[in-house]
Structure formats: structure tokens, C-alpha cells
């Protein structure tokens, strides 16, 4: 999307090398988008981050990438939404090395009027944006108490004002908030902290047809910093939210959005 306003910027980096030496981090989604821009910047920092995802062709892209970076990037593939699987995911990484860090990423929907919307499309969203989310992040308790370890859930830019089109989504990003922050408060004597982040509009290689574009045009005129979130800015924030400089951080939603919710808001119908 090298027409857009801010393509080809690269935000700098701004953490240090070696930051997350003998960490470990469980990244979702880490084949494609921000998940692997998140699960990279991870590696580059030192930790060793275990990726997951259905795809394993996209996945060893990742790891192909990660190569020679100071930590370490193995995968292991998954339907988050089979509670089982993802259960025993977590157990394998929890046994074989802890978790200092769970990034819950992964995530999916469709655009549509609420009035359009099925009970099987709406189960679905909520099964990946929220179930799959709780299920993890419950499951990871006991290693991340052990290590005083924290989570990032990437939601949306905006989810306390709604977004037409996404009635379904916000309503599984907004579960996951109020989940959080339920969590933070309980698990605070523990020493873990829960944190979201909210991007704004991200380009993928998803947005090259003539309608995409077109979407992608309109939220970004309704983002009034005018351009589209990096990857690599929610990466950077993840990892700060993950190190002792975000120590005092929890229960928060942090929106990356270029005050995209600000704004008249973004919106995938009109």
C-alpha cells in the first residue's frame, strides 16, 4: 500500500537489545500481520517465543524471518477453538520452558448489519475473539504466576463507542476488556497484569482488491491522524507493555489508532 499516507515509514525502535534475555512469550496468530511483526520484535529483544496458528506454511515464514535474531521462534499449530487443543498448547509451553508473556492475537470476522448476522456467524466470532482469549489466558495462569508474567490482548480501535458492521466483534473485544480487567484485579496479588491494545486501521495483503481499497480509503479519512497503524507500532508497545517499564500498567486499554476513536469512528458498512 505504498500510496497510502506513511507507507514506507518504519517506526524506530526504541527498546533496548537483550531486554528480554531468558524470557518466554506464547504468541497467537504469529503467521501473518501483527502477530508476526509482534512475535519478531519479540525474538529480536531475546526472548525465546513459541508461535501458534493453523497454518503451519505461514508460521515457518515466521520462523524463516526470525532466523539469527538474538532469541529463539518455534511453532506449534492450533484451532484456538478447540478448548482442548488449546488447553494442552499451553501446558506443553508452560512445562517445557514458562511463559513470561501471553499475546492473545489471533482473531477474526466478517463484515455485516447486526440485522444480517446469524447465531451461527455470531458463535463463531465470539468462539475465536473471546472464548478461544479466556481459554488461554486461563489456562496460562499457573505459569505466569510463576514467572509474575503479563498479557497482551489486541482488541480494536473504539470498542467502547461501536463500530457498524462489527456488531459481533466488538461485542467479543468488549467481553475480553471487561475480562481483563476483571482478571488484573483478581491475579494483581500474583503479580500478573493484563493490558489490550487497540489499533486503528492495519494494511495487509488482504486490502489490494478495488473494494478493499476503497474501505481502506474511507477509514483512513476517518482516522485524523491520517494514516494507517504499523504492525511494528503495536509490536513496539506490546513489548514495552511487557517489560519492567510497564510494571505500574494493567487493566488498561491502550489505542493505537491515530484517534481514529476520536473521530467519527470506524465503520466497515455505511
Request: hydrophobic letters at 45%; charged letters at 20%; one cysteine or more.
Amino acid at each position: 500500500m505504498e500510496d497510502q499516507p506513511g507507507a514506507g515509514i518504519r517506526p524506530p525502535d526504541v527498546l533496548r537489545d537483550g531486554l528480554f534475555a531468558g524470557k518466554s512469550g506464547l504468541v497467537s496468530g504469529a503467521g501473518s500481520g501483527i502477530g508476526r511483526a509482534i512475535a519478531l520484535r519479540l525474538v529480536a529483544l531475546g526472548m525465546d517465543v513459541v508461535g501458534t496458528g493453523r497454518r503451519a506454511e505461514l508460521l515457518a515464514e515466521t520462523l524463516r524471518q526470525a532466523e539469527g535474531m538474538a532469541g529463539s521462534f518455534a511453532f506449534e499449530t492450533c484451532d484456538l477453538r478447540d478448548a482442548e487443543a488449546a488447553e494442552a498448547l499451553v501446558r506443553t509451553v508452560g512445562e517445557r520452558q514458562g511463559i513470561d508473556l501471553l499475546v492473545n492475537n489471533a482473531g477474526g470476522q466478517f463484515y455485516a448489519p447486526a440485522i444480517d448476522i446469524t447465531r451461527k456467524g455470531w458463535d463463531a466470532v465470539i468462539a475465536i475473539n473471546l472464548s478461544a482469549i479466556f481459554t488461554l489466558t486461563r489456562a496460562a495462569y499457573p505459569y505466569l504466576k510463576a514467572r509474575r508474567g503479563s498479557v497482551v490482548n489486541i482488541s480494536l480501535s473504539g470498542i467502547d463507542r461501536g463500530s457498524k458492521g462489527l456488531a459481533h466483534s466488538i461485542a467479543a473485544r468488549a467481553g475480553v476488556l471487561g475480562m481483563s480487567r476483571s482478571m488484573a484485579l483478581e491475579w494483581a496479588a500474583d503479580g500478573i497484569r493484563l493490558n489490550c491494545i487497540g489499533p486503528g486501521v492495519v494494511t495487509t495483503e488482504g486490502l489490494e482488491t478495488p473494494t478493499a481499497k476503497k474501505m481502506l480509503s474511507s477509514l483512513l479519512a476517518a482516522t485524523p491522524a491520517g494514516r494507517a497503524t504499523m504492525p511494528e507500532e503495536v509490536a513496539e508497545l506490546t513489548a514495552f507493555l511487557a517489560s519492567d517499564a510497564g510494571a505500574l500498567m494493567t487493566g488498561q486499554l491502550i489505542q493505537i489508532d491515530g484517534a481514529a476513536h476520536l473521530g467519527a469512528g470506524l465503520h466497515m458498512i455505511d
